[in-house]
């Protein structure tokens, strides 16, 4: 699982409110992602980060901001939650295969659903 | 931008028989194509990928193919099995080699082997 956890797992709030969720990891990565995923959309990019305090945007970033202050951890948040943001978000990580280049492994997901 | 087109969307096959899923994508500077199996509930999973110096890359049962003048890529799993229903997404790259690269990923084929 690439050393990969987000919390919540699971999370319902109301429209409106902010919401951060987090991606966890414990194996040094320097480059990690966010992606939300929507039937018949597949997975799309929301932001991503470099490194610490180094964080670009994706496909999908307008009502997204992403924060970065340890390697290890990667926060995003949802200033105000629209229920079109309802959707099940996934970290990712990169990560030197077995071939020496890198792979995107993904953490287990957060499901959030805004009313 | 990149854009990935993924068919078909749903595929039923005899447990036993080979299924192929194709995929296209649009920016010739793309060169880096995984493939990722999601079963319900759970993350993505790479299973399978390949880069843009080679033609085809076999893993067992699966195999994946690439056509950079067509811009196409496939992917063929031989003698399915029920365990090999699930959720299969495509994706298009371009990896500098630094380890970051962003992923557009297509919108997914529901896999499903009858038994």
């Known amino acids: 699982d690439a050393g990969i956890t987000q919390s919540p797992r699971h999370k319902v709030t109301e429209t409106g409110t902010p919401v951060t969720l987090r991606c966890h990891q414990t194996e040094n990565h320097r480059y990690m992602y966010w992606y939300r995923q929507d039937p018949g959309h597949g997975l799309r990019l929301i932001h991503y980060?470099?490194?610490?305090?180094?964080?670009d945007k994706g496909e999908v970033s307008d009502g997204y901001s992403v924060s970065r202050s340890k390697t290890e951890d990667f926060l995003l948040t949802l200033e105000s939650a629209t229920s079109s943001q309802t959707s099940v978000y996934f970290c990712?990580?990169?990560?030197?295969?077995?071939?020496?280049?890198?792979?995107?492994?993904f953490g287990p997901g957060t499901r959030l659903t805004v009313t | 931008g990149e854009n990935v087109e993924q068919h078909p969307s749903t595929l039923s096959v005899q447990e036993g028989d080979s299924a192929v899923i194709k995929c296209t994508y649009s920016d010739s500077a793309s060169n880096y194509f995984p493939w990722y199996k999601q079963e319900l509930g759970k993350r993505p999973q790479l299973i399978i990928d390949?880069?843009?110096?080679?033609g085809e890359k076999k893993d067992q049962r699966i195999a994946v193919t690439l056509n950079k003048t067509a811009k196409h890529f496939s992917l063929h799993i031989t003698e399915t099995q029920p365990e090999d229903s699930a959720v299969y997404f495509c994706a298009a790259s371009i990896d500098s080699g630094a380890g970051s690269y962003q992923l557009t990923f297509g919108k997914g084929t529901k896999l499903s082997v009858i038994p």
């Open positions: 980060s470099y490194g610490v305090k180094d964080t």
């Open positions: 390949i880069r843009s110096n080679v």
């Open positions: 990712a990580i990169s990560k030197a295969g077995t071939s020496g280049s890198y792979e995107q492994y």
